[in-house]
């Protein structure tokens, strides 16, 4: 899909699944920059950058000195709040060396109150880009933006949660399929909700 696509001038943003050297080289060499998600399926990757912060705040923390950014946003008893911290990668970062044009870290925060109760958690980042936290945290929500638009439309419409398929090539390629053939139908002129347009396929075959 990256081969295909026009994405000159571009930041490309992507979750833990397509967090893959592969994915990181093709990129960089189609001239743009990545922002990709760091989970347990590149478990070293992911414990080295969780030492890194926790040795940073340790030993060095004026590394943070102007890498720090906080949003808080809250509407109608909800409340979102996000803390961001950027490193630049160092030779520490072993493991970051097989990712194409990798130049630093984000750790992200998130806090989330609702009617009082309140639920933490803390994501990790490899990003091609050295700009300044700030920058980088827009970058992070409107990807999580257009990702919690898409998961419901996944959930309800196309009812992935819902799927048997768990080797990882499979649930891997029909995420893909699903994702592929949403965009298609968003992208159809009929005047209508993605049910609706699903519905109206349906009845054409």
Known sequence: MLSSLEV??????????????????LIKERGVDYV??????????SDEIKAFFHKTARDTSAEFDGRFYSDVEGEHG????????LLLITDWLTSANDWGGCQSIVKVKRRRTVKGKTQQETSYYLTSLASNVKEFAGFIRNHWAIESSQHWVLDVTFREDESQIYAEDGAKNMALFRRALMNMIKAHPLKDSMAGKVMRVGWMG
């Open 78 to 85: 909800r409340i979102s709040e996000r803390e961001y911290q």
């Open 36 to 45: 990709l998600q760091v989970k347990g399926n590149q478990k070293i990757l």
């Open 8 to 25: 000159k001038g571009a930041v490309i943003s992507a979750d833990a699944m397509h967090c893959q050297t592969q994915t990181a080289v």
